[in-house]
């Protein structure tokens, strides 16, 4: 039978150690009893096994300057509300360079696509540059008849990955045979000046990750293009759309760039980042081109890409763009930058102002009259804008109208007219400087 022994203190009979058990022996503490060290140094075995709770202020190697907590494979939980103050360098935590953006802003503008200025859907587009979702450009050549929108979720991957809107394009007549110069690109620019910590052209240039959301008709391989306007250089990555109509979320590594003579610290194009989703011979024949590029031959640019015109029954859906420095993973991929419908649309009007609000302008004397008036932005724009005013009088008739002394933060609005008394409105203001 087990005796128990209850003392107050243990002494050494000699010297300073004191030794409980022998080697083999187990010694327990029970739950419930508390261990307290009072200046003094307690030295544990090499490995302890026990789900008895241990409260310590500080453990130390017992020799060397390593200490190992655990072993590979273990799991160590810091409960909610608990802080690691690290007071020297950690590591191993899965903390790096890499899990901070160098970037306050996203790369990409309107990556919810929540901003749509010009309008919110446009029919019947068969050529040319278009516009929904501020700063994307869907550009569209001999690839059948298209319905743009900013589309509203409300369900689905992308809608609870917290998207709201989207951006559709829906084939309403279709190519089902391109000819060599069809294409549809879907992109977006960016200013070389928020590019320059990419470091293109040295031999410390930066890989980047794409990532997006997407939701096709059509399934298949597609094509990621970017094209870098300062020295001609690009690079294509495929991707492919698994299941039909279904919203998918596709992260694209873009390699780094340590060559050419990189991107222009000015207020131009930088990156044009593009999704293909229609391409003809002349930019689809050769063999895609994977690795950064100056000059290169058109038909290496969209090799494999399917045709998203074959039927009028194909969709096409976009949201959740971010392009992030580094090279991630679905697993590693930084969690989406949202912001602020504010602050969203502010970035957006630096490239695109539309302004309906009526400035109206009052004639007191008949004759020929010229009226003028200022028009400050609420930022900065890239560059002096192009203007696009429209005007009416509530009477006499307009001979001349426009925009004068146009800079990046204010312009003069005149108008030439032959009055007879009265008012003359400028109903609607649309100032451009996109890429």
């Known amino acids: 039978m087990a005796s128990v022994l209850k ?7 000699s010297g300073t150690a004191l030794e409980i058990g022998t080697s083999g022996d187990t010694v327990t ?3 419930g009893v508390g261990l307290t060290l009072t200046d003094s140094t307690l030295l544990l075995p090499t490995t302890i096994t026990s789900t008895t709770e241990v409260k310590t202020n500080k453990v130390s190697p017992a020799t060397g300057t390593d200490f190992a907590l655990g072993d590979s494979g273990d799991t160590f939980t810091v409960p909610s509300g608990a802080t690691i103050v690290n007071s020297g360098t950690a590591t191993g935590f899965g903390i790096t360079a890499a899990s901070f ?22 029919a019947s587009v068969t050529s040319g540059a278009n516009w929904v979702t501020d700063r994307y450009s869907f550009n569209i ?26 951006f559709k394009a829906d084939n309403t007549t279709a190519n089902g045979s391109l000819s060599a110069g069809s294409y549809i690109q879907f992109h977006q620019k960016i200013e070389a000046q928020n590019l320059q ?9 930066e890989k980047v990750t794409l990532a997006f959301w997407v ?13 870098v306007s300062d020295n001609s250089r690009a690079v294509s990555v495929a991707y492919t759309v698994d299941s039909t109509d279904t919203w998918e979320k596709k992260i694209i590594d873009i390699p780094a760039d340590t060559a050419g003579t990189g991107i222009d610290n000015d207020n131009n194009a930088g990156w044009t980042v593009i999704w293909w989703m229609a391409a003809g011979t002349d930019t689809s024949s050769g063999t895609l081109r994977t690795a950064w590029a100056s ?16 039927s009028d029954s194909n969709n096409f859906h976009i949201t959740g763009v971010q392009l992030e420095v580094g090279e991630y993973t679905s697993s590693t991929i930084p ?10 649309l502010q970035r957006c009007l630096r490239y695109y102002l539309q302004n309906d609000l009526q400035v109206s302008l009052t004639v007191y004397q008949d004759g020929s009259v010229y009226l003028h008036g200022n028009v400050y932005f609420p930022t900065a724009m890239r560059a002096a804008p192009s203007a696009t005013l429209t005007f009416s009088a509530g009477a006499g008739t307009i001979v001349s109208s426009g925009a004068g002394n146009t800079g990046t933060l204010s312009s003069q609005i005149s108008v030439n007219m032959n009055a007879a008394g009265g008012r003359v409105t400028c109903a609607t203001q649309k100032w451009d400087a996109e890429l």
């Open 7 to 13: 003392v107050d203190k243990l002494d050494p009979q």
């Open 295 to 310: 000059n290169a031959v058109s038909a290496d640019r969209a090799v494999g890409q399917v045709n998203n015109a074959d």
């Open 215 to 227: 939701k096709a008709t059509k399934t298949g391989t597609n094509i990621i293009e970017i094209w």
């Open 29 to 31: 503490v029970p739950s």
């Open 101 to 122: 953006r160098p970037n306050v802003n996203p790369l990409i503008i309107n990556g919810d696509m929540a901003i749509a200025q010009r309008t919110t859907s446009t």
């Open 197 to 205: 910590l990419l470091k293109s052209g040295e031999s410390t240039a």
């Open 335 to 344: 969690p989406f930058q949202h912001e602020s419908y504010g602050d969203n």
């Open 141 to 166: 050549g001999t690839a059948g008849t298209w319905t743009l929108t900013q589309e509203a979720l409300t369900a689905d991957e992308a809608f609870e990955d917290g998207f709201a809107t989207a």
